[in-house]
């Protein structure tokens, strides 16, 4: 039945404001400003960076902005890089700078005023901010790309030996024994350091340090850690660009002697284990330029060249897939000069914009498990994606001892591990960690340049001097405080939150976010141990529910500039080599993110950037139409479910049993043709919009003609008739038809489950409720047996979103062979926040300036909370029941930001079409 219908909706209480009146707010100061997402940016590169603030007032009517070359200049009323002047608009966010041109390193300072409706005079003037210009040139860099000299592999020792084996013997795709991994592990040469000494002389006023590498690299001065980024920079095409950090670092420096250090890994660019020896760039190569300003204006710049010295790391072995082998005897203080590169690893030097990959929470194992004697599993309770670190300290190890972390998702009831769902058959390597112990002080490990996928972590021994692993090779059992996890991802902020009043949906929607936060290393990934790269559908898959809950803008922006350094118009995965030209309802990736950045962020510059690329690609996916109109080329709804655990699927792999590819490329064609008519009149070509809307209509009349069953009123599955209710495929005349027989589906063919893979999630739910039936979407994460979320946690004993559920059948299988990490089953947490909690961006408005508010009061839920953080201040809807007088209605609390407005959204209620102005605002509904 549909929701209007039972709850009947009247507002019978009117709206409480924040204040009495609009004027209240008039004089508050503008605050938060941002340049380019940041507060206080030292490394913009864009020529007219976006500046953004908000504002405590009902309704801006107009801006002033003023970007000085000093703070006493603004002080002295002096815009003397650029002074707007009164701008009559109403947006405080991606505003363009357009004064003089920015040069490298230049400092702008910046202030706002504003100006309201309710009064005739400017507001105060804001606070000052900054942001700084990073090195814009190539001549900018004195600095050498400079490597190690020759590096051999280290000397087989029995711990190392041992680790070839827990690495590298795996089977392979015919479940066949392969030692292929064990051959490449064999060839790995050592990480190595480099160091520069050098001396301050006198008071420093600004000191700033630009540093990259082609690698994964580690900065220090004076032997602490530059910052908290970890495996960085960033995975891009390198041979393309590559990513460089400024550390603000005049704090840290006195007049007296200082050493700067770098501990360079293989990261992705020296990758040649995980998928063969085909997808490196090259050795690893580091660069590094500290500039010092002293107070009396003279400049000292220290820069590697080949007076650095280098020496051998005692992390002999790393690999982002493998793992690593650390021995602490085997660095020795023999410091020989570095080497200059030959060749530069890269056409361009850029700024890394996205916030680096950091650890953002710890995890205290649960428990630990003894399978066999001297095997430790310790269980974290939780599925994620880091690292640990090992502290040994307190332990009765002799030096030389080796201890062995093997990371795994799964664990029999005993307690063994069981790594088969890590994907080893294609990488031809299992996730290990080693480390031989050293000095008490020295047995303190954590991994620097890998991370893996784990839940359970097994940890056992090889005692000093004998060659085998041993039950006594601790003389005591392991605490539970001898490992600690770490949960790292980049560190885009959180943004929005999703709670209400029954724990079981509460758990599925942080099981879809432990899932997105452990694919989040540096791009968003499938899974964080088999394929660790940026799938483009997998993107796209969870891009409104990443959106929703985190601060994605900088992210997505450096992603984008992934698919322009691509090769290939329609990716597979970007970045790195593995990507190659492949189907395009993977690739419409690249429209659909950069549509989400203009709605959610309110950015126009995005899509003008990218909007070359994005027509090469629209032409592209046009081209693959068959005589018929339809596009055949395409991965489809990939993984959607089975009808039972262990059924094998036709056509193997993820292949879609439910909507063939033909259906989901052209509905994606339908979708990217018209942002993409919307985004051509938004730059201003009135005659590309007409043809792109054209050909959307075009596709949409195939899309029909091709799939529709008259009949049965269905284009034949759950994410069919989803994508074509949600693209405005279906004609008016069989939408209501079309969402009976989705509903029927959901409820009668598939006993009230989602039968939706990795590409209908995201448009399942809302194509439902707004339908009428949001009980039924609501019902899909209560449905009981498989392929269910109760069947998820309580048989499977998953905590994170696996690949394919029914790939494991718990009662013939003894351990899961697909991924148990991936993200693309979550794009279904986007409906928490549009459909439960209702607010929606308005396009014609975007970045939340108007928003919708929709919600769908389903039941079995008492209440809902859902608050996001717009660019104009937060936005909340909290809904509960409450019984008045014996009667059930809804206490429905808004709240819109200043400078804002909304509109309700309650079909066949009086109040549909009510627009909300700034303040908290209470409704009661029956």
């Known amino acids: 039945m549909y929701l209007h219908r ?57 801006y002033q902005i003023q970007v000085a070359s000093s703070a006493e200049k603004l002080e002295a009323n002096s815009g003397d890089h650029w002074d707007s002047g009164k701008v009559n608009r109403s947006e405080s966010v991606c505003i363009e700078y357009r004064g003089s041109p920015l040069s490298s390193r230049q400092v702008c300072h910046w202030r706002v005023r504003v100006w309201s409706d309710a009064q005739t005079e400017a507001g105060p003037w804001s606070e000052v901010a900054t942001w700084e210009m990073g090195l814009l040139q190539p001549s900018d860099w004195q600095a050498k790309w400079i490597r190690a000299g020759e590096l051999n592999p280290a000397k087989e020792t029995p711990a190392l030996r041992h680790w070839y084996v827990l690495a590298g013997h795996t089977l392979d795709k015919n479940d066949q024994p392969t030692r292929v991994g064990e051959e490449r592990l064999r060839k790995m040469v050592p990480a190595t350091w480099f160091r520069k000494s050098f001396e301050v002389t006198q008071p420093i006023a600004k000191a700033r340090l630009y540093s990259t590498a082609a690698g994964y690299v580690e900065v220090f001065l004076d032997g602490e850690p530059i910052s908290d980024r970890i495996m960085n920079p960033g995975q891009t095409d390198f041979d393309r660009r590559i990513l460089y950090d400024v550390d603000a670092v005049e704090d840290r420096l006195t007049p007296s002697d200082h050493v700067l250090t770098a501990h360079l890994g293989q990261g992705f660019y020296g990758q040649n284990a995980g998928f063969g020896t085909k997808f490196d760039y090259g050795d690893p190569q580091v660069l590094l330029q500290l500039e010092i300003t002293y107070a009396d204006g003279t400049r000292q710049t ?52 996205q916030p680096a990959v950091r650890v953002v929470r710890d995890l205290k194992p649960v428990a630990i498990l003894e399978p066999k004697p001297g095997v430790y599993v310790y269980d974290f309770g939780q599925n994620f994606t880091g690292v640990v670190t090992l502290d040994m300290r307190d332990a009765p190890l002799p030096a030389r001892t080796g201890v062995f972390l093997r990371y795994a998702e799964w664990a029999d009831k005993n307690g063994s591990i069981d790594q088969s769902s890590d994907g080893s058959f294609a990488t031809g390597i299992h996730q290990v960690d080693a480390f031989v112990t050293g000095d008490r002080e020295a047995n303190l490990y954590t991994p620097a340049f890998t991370w893996h996928g784990f839940r359970y972590v097994e940890v056992t021994g090889i005692p000093s001097g004998e060659s085998l692993p041993s039950p006594q090779w601790m003389d005591r059992k392991p605490s539970l405080e001898m490992l600690t996890g770490h949960l790292v991802r980049s560190g885009v902020a959180t943004r929005g939150k999703f709670e209400c009043s029954d724990p079981h949906l509460n758990r599925v929607h942080e099981t879809a976010l432990w899932t997105y936060e452990s694919n989040l290393i540096s791009l968003p ?97 046009w081209s693959k139409r068959n005589e018929d109109g339809i596009i055949t080329s395409g991965y489809g709804d990939w993984c959607d479910p089975v009808r039972k655990p262990g059924q094998p699927r036709e056509g193997g792999r993820g292949t879609p049993q439910q909507t063939p590819p033909a259906i989901t490329s052209t509905a994606l064609f339908v979708y990217a ?112 047996g498989h392929p269910g979320y109760f069947y998820l946690f309580d048989e499977l004993r998953g905590t994170s979103l696996w690949e394919r559920k029914g790939a494991f059948d718990p009662a013939t299988m003894t351990a899961p062979v697909r991924s148990l990490s991936h993200p693309f089953q979550g794009g279904y947490d986007a409906w928490f926040y549009q459909g439960l909690g209702g607010i929606r961006p308005d396009p014609q408005a975007a970045g939340y300036k108007h928003f919708f508010l929709h919600p769908c009061f389903a039941k079995p839920l008492d209440w809902v909370r859902v608050d996001f953080d717009s660019r104009y201040g937060p936005i909340q809807s909290h809904w509960a029941r409450e019984s008045i007088d014996g009667v059930e209605k809804i206490r429905w609390t808004i709240a819109v930001p200043p400078n804002t407005s909304a509109t309700i959204h309650l079909s066949g209620n009086e109040n549909d079409g009510r627009l909300l102005e700034p303040g908290q605002h209470v409704l009661l509904i029956r």
């Open 673 to 784: 043709a018209d942002l993409m008519s919307r985004i051509a009149a938004m730059v201003g070509e009135p005659n590309t919009s007409q043809t792109y809307r054209d050909w959307r209509d075009q596709a949409a009349r195939s899309f029909h003609a091709v799939f529709f069953d008259s009949q049965s009123q269905t284009y034949g599955s759950q994410t069919a008739d989803a994508m074509a209710l949600s693209f405005g495929i279906v004609p008016a005349s069989d939408q209501a038809a079309v969402a009976r027989s989705l509903n029927r589906d959901v409820l009668d063919n598939w006993k009230g489950h989602a039968s939706v893979g990795a590409l209908g999630h995201r448009w399942l739910y809302p194509a439902l409720s707004d339908a009428g039936y949001g009980e039924t979407a609501l019902g899909t994460f209560y449905a009981q």
């Open 302 to 353: 220290i820069a590697t060249d080949t007076t650095w010295l280098t020496l051998p790391s005692s992390v002999i072995k790393n690999n982002v897939y493998a793992g690593e082998f650390k021995d602490s005897s085997f660095e020795k203080d023999q410091w020989i000069h570095a080497i200059e590169s030959s060749e530069v690893p890269t056409q361009k030097l850029e700024a890394q914009r």
């Open 6 to 62: 039972i709850f009947q909706l009247a507002i019978v209480v009117g709206t409480l404001c924040l204040c009495s009146s609009p004027s209240c707010l008039a004089n508050e100061k503008p605050w938060g400003l941002q340049c380019e997402w940041e507060t206080k940016p030292l490394n913009v590169e864009n020529g007219t960076p976006r500046l953004s603030w908000k504002s405590e007032v009902a309704r801006q009517t107009a």
């Open 525 to 621: 990934s499938d899974c964080p141990i088999r394929e660790r790269c940026g799938w483009t559908g997998d993107a796209h898959a969870t891009l409104t529910m990443s959106n929703l809950n985190f601060d994605m803008a900088a992210l997505w922006e450096k992603y984008l500039g992934d698919f322009e350094t691509s090769p290939h118009v329609s990716p597979a995965i970007v970045p790195g080599k593995r990507g190659g030209n492949s189907h395009p309802d993977w690739a419409v990736a690249q429209v659909l993110i950069a549509w989400e950045r203009y709605l959610h962020d309110g950015d126009e510059q995005t899509l003008t950037q990218h909007y070359r690329r994005m027509q090469r690609f629209l032409d592209h996916f």
